[in-house]
């Protein structure tokens, strides 16, 4: 299995273009969020969903869309990029939150810089 | 969810095991405890959770003490593989927003 795979592993935006970062899981997780994490700090939440067709959001939405039309993929989209969204984000997925006993699985991140 | 306070950094010899604490003064009767750690670069991992007692799998032993007010994670023979960012989470079972705070970043020395 590849567990939770992101693309692109490296990007560089310039300010006010728009993409799309990719997150697939290939173990049937209902659940499946965005962090990022600026240096020195910890992950910060973005958005998350608990199933296909459903998506709320975290601490630090503002900036950012997500979709979830199939289990697998949980794309983060960024439509008018600016330089406080520079950070490394990552994707996460697990089974479901609602057991203790769930852990998160995590994606290698993608580093993005917007200049 | 509950507040967590860490130290910042520590260093622990190779070999040697390693005592990682955890203040969570004002968990409540239905929040676990989660580490996790985050080796330079990767993703998070999940290391051990537990409620009320203390548990112990192929990577770590965590000890709650009886109020658990408190934690602490044991790396029981620290190596050079073991340096990274070490987070204590506390959490509801079905809360959707776990939250990681800045953690402590060990260095395990050779």
């Known amino acids: 299995n590849a567990g939770v795979t992101q693309t692109p592993k490296f990007q560089v935006l310039k300010t006010g273009q728009s993409m799309t970062l990719q997150c697939a899981q290939d173990?049937?997780?209902?659940?499946m969020s965005w962090y990022r994490q600026d240096p020195g700090m910890g992950l910060r939440l973005i958005h998350y969903?608990?199933?296909?067709?459903?998506?709320d959001q975290g601490e630090v939405p503002n900036g950012y869309n997500v979709s979830r039309s199939t289990t697998e993929d949980f794309p983060l989209r960024l439509l008018s990029a600016a330089p406080s969204q520079t950070s490394v984000y990552f994707c996460?997925?697990?089974?479901?939150?609602?057991?203790?006993?769930?852990?998160?699985?995590f994606g290698s991140g993608t580093q993005l810089s917007v200049l | 969810d509950a507040k967590t306070t860490q130290p910042t950094s520590m260093d622990c010899a190779e070999g040697r095991a390693a005592n990682l604490p955890c203040n969570h003064s004002?968990?409540?009767?239905?929040?676990?405890v989660y580490w996790y750690r985050q080796i330079h670069s990767q993703g998070p991992q999940y290391i051990i959770h537990?409620?009320?007692n203390n548990e112990t799998n192929e990577m770590a032993s965590l000890i709650i003490t009886e109020d658990r007010k408190s934690s602490t994670l044991i790396l029981p023979h620290a190596t050079l593989r073991d340096t990274a960012v070490y987070y204590c989470?506390?959490?509801?079972?079905?809360?959707?927003?776990?939250?990681f705070g800045a953690g402590t970043t060990v260095t395990v020395r050779a």
């Open positions: 996460a997925s697990s089974y479901t939150p609602r057991q203790a006993k769930e852990k998160l699985f």
């Open positions: 173990m049937n997780h209902e659940y």
């Open positions: 969903s608990v199933g296909a067709g459903i998506t």
């Open positions: 004002t968990i409540s009767g239905n929040e676990y």
């Open positions: 537990g409620l009320k």
């Open positions: 989470i506390v959490r509801v079972a079905d809360d959707y927003k776990l939250s």
